[in-house]
């Protein structure tokens, strides 16, 4: 895959997710709300409409808008002293415990993923964003005492992405909408609304108009399963796949552009560590769900529960007979794949010592599941999609 359509998937994925700023109020602090009451306090002093409006490149009716709701939710407040005759913002109490809570849970995930990369693959990092924030134009936030460069550099490359706004890349799509579209262009196989939800961490219900919106558009499309009619699953139409790819490659051909004094190993090595952060190989596979553990089969007790899994599966689909005598035999490595503690999949050499035969034990899952799982293999294993070894599937054992 090109770095620069790579890089833009990984930069895409990581918002997505909120990596830096997780959703810890009720009712839930949106990624442009958690913005500007990070940019109040960082400026030390009240704020008005229109600095907010030029700060995030967003018009001004659109900011006025936000602020209403967010005056409403007791989040911020108008200063009753007036700059210039410009009426200001400031943080109310309510407000400051949002962000006393999403600087907890941020900077205790970012402190971990900053201990698994050096020093100077941070600050490669950081002048990479710097680079293609520069290249938009966009300024930079005022540091708190609570920010690392690193956390600042992400900050900066949210905006420079535009995907705060309502017009994400020109398309007339909210950030929202657009990575909605995304996953389900993106999937490898279809996905089920609940699946789709996982993915966005959003409710379920909060999905329901923006789908009907994406469907007569033509977009996506809904089927219901030829299996179960109650299960209906969600596929980009080739409109919607042109449509998403047609944008994204000029994003990409913009990142091209911003990036022309990296050379191409240099780039590779920056992408490979935003992947690492993303937990994502390429942007295309799903995401890890929170809930799903890769355990390596290094001990004789995981064994003994890999064993017993797969021996469950092959009963509970009466082929006891393709039982072999021995399963996983001290040679042979492997991983268990676990959500919620629950047995997912095994994946295993099938041969010891012969690495380009592997197999796979499922529990009836979803097709989107079965990729879940592979995902995170993938994950541990520092790899792409097509660096992992020839799979052998067990189709039978999958929920189509």
């Given at each position: 895959m090109d770095q620069y359509l790579r890089l833009h998937r990984l930069l895409r994925r990581i918002q997505q997710r909120n990596k830096f700023l997780n959703v810890v109020s009720d009712p839930p602090v949106t990624l442009l709300e958690m913005h500007v009451l990070i940019e109040l306090q960082a400026?030390?002093?009240?704020?008005?409409?229109?600095?907010?409006?030029?700060?995030?490149?967003?018009?001004?009716?659109s900011i006025s808008r936000l602020i209403s709701r967010m005056e409403?939710?007791?989040?911020?407040?108008?200063?009753?002293?007036?700059?210039?005759?410009?009426?200001?913002?400031?943080?109310?109490?309510r407000g400051l415990k949002c962000i006393e809570e999403n600087d907890s849970a941020v900077n205790t995930d970012l402190k971990k993923f900053l201990l698994s990369i050096s020093r100077q693959?941070?600050?490669?990092?950081?002048?990479?964003?710097?680079?293609?924030?520069?290249?938009?134009?966009?300024?930079?936030?005022?540091?708190r005492p609570v920010d690392s460069p690193f956390r600042l550099a992400q900050r900066r490359i949210t905006r420079a992405l535009g995907l705060l706004g309502s017009d994400v890349h020109g398309s007339g799509m909210t950030s929202f909408e657009w990575n909605v579209l995304a996953e389900i262009v993106l999937s490898p196989c279809p996905m089920q609304t609940v699946e789709l939800a996982q993915a966005l961490e959003v409710p379920q219900n909060s999905l329901s108009a923006l789908l009907k919106k994406l469907e007569t558009q033509n977009l996506i499309s809904r089927n219901r399963s030829e299996l179960d009619k109650r299960i209906i699953f969600l596929r980009s139409t080739e409109v919607g796949t042109r449509f998403y790819s047609d944008l994204e490659q000029k994003a990409a051909d913009v990142f091209k552009r911003a990036l022309s004094s990296y050379g191409h190993d240099q780039l590779r090595k920056l992408v490979d560590i935003v992947s690492l952060y993303a937990g994502d190989c390429d942007g295309t596979l799903p995401r890890i769900h929170n809930g799903v553990e890769v355990v390596p089969l290094t001990d004789e007790n995981l064994k003994k529960r890999a064993r017993g899994f797969i021996a469950k599966m092959l009963v509970a689909h009466k082929k006891e007979e393709e039982l072999p005598e021995t399963i996983l035999t001290e040679d042979q490595s492997g991983y268990l794949?676990?959500?919620?503690?629950?047995?997912?999949?095994?994946?295993?050499?099938?041969?010891?010592?012969?690495?380009?035969?592997?197999?796979i034990w499922?529990?009836?899952?979803?097709?989107?599941?079965?990729?879940?799982?592979?995902?995170?293999?993938?994950?541990?294993?520092?790899?792409?999609?097509?660096?992992?070894?020839?799979?052998t599937l067990l189709p039978e054992l999958i929920l189509s």
């Open positions: 400026s030390g002093s009240a704020l008005s409409m229109k600095e907010l409006s030029g700060f995030f490149k967003i018009d001004q009716s409403e939710r007791d989040l911020l407040r108008k200063a009753p002293e007036k700059v210039n005759g410009v009426k200001q913002l400031a943080l109310t109490e693959e941070q600050d490669d990092f950081i002048e990479l964003v710097h680079t293609l924030a520069d290249y938009f134009d966009v300024p930079r936030s005022k540091p794949v676990m959500y919620k503690e629950k047995e997912l999949l095994v994946l295993f050499s099938r041969i010891p010592l012969q690495a380009p035969s592997t197999c499922a529990v009836d899952i979803s097709p989107y599941e079965l990729y879940m799982g592979l995902h995170a293999i993938l994950l541990v294993n520092r790899c792409t999609a097509d660096e992992l070894p020839h799979i």
